[in-house]
Nanobody, 127 residues
């Protein structure tokens, strides 16, 4: 079974940048290519929020309104590493960041329950 492991979180000051990575283990190149993958975040006391999605076909991306223009997600050529480049971070970006995936095609953003595989999360704190 595919497993997802996030890394790259940390504590930064407002205006700084962080790059998160999500590595998929236990699958094959062909299976990773067919994975729809996304980033979610959850702050204490708040609902989980979709941050970014990378669509299966063509690699198009979707971003939530709160991060549009500041965050960029991409997949490497081996298709098993998803990254989230976060620039101009603000205190409201603080939260636990999760990557999620599902072995299915996607071409529009999906809610959290649709995804079948989740990473353990990585904490991002902006002060």
């Amino acid at each position: 079974d595919v497993q997802l492991v996030e890394s790259g979180g940390g504590s930064v000051k407002a205006g700084e940048s962080l790059k998160l990575s999500c590595v998929a283990f236990g699958g094959t190149y062909s299976s990773y290519r067919s994975y729809c993958m996304a980033w979610f975040r959850q702050a204490p006391g708040k609902e989980r929020e979709g941050v970014a999605t990378i669509y299966t076909i063509g690699g198009s991306t979707y971003y939530g309104d709160s991060v549009k223009g500041r965050f960029t997600t991409s997949k490497d050529s081996a298709q098993n590493t998803l990254t989230l480049q976060m620039n101009s971070l603000q205190p409201e970006d603080t939260g636990m960041y999760f990557c999620a995936g599902r072995d299915a095609y996607c071409f529009y953003p999906r809610d959290g329950p649709w995804y079948s595989v989740w990473g353990q999360g990585t904490q991002v704190t902006v002060s």
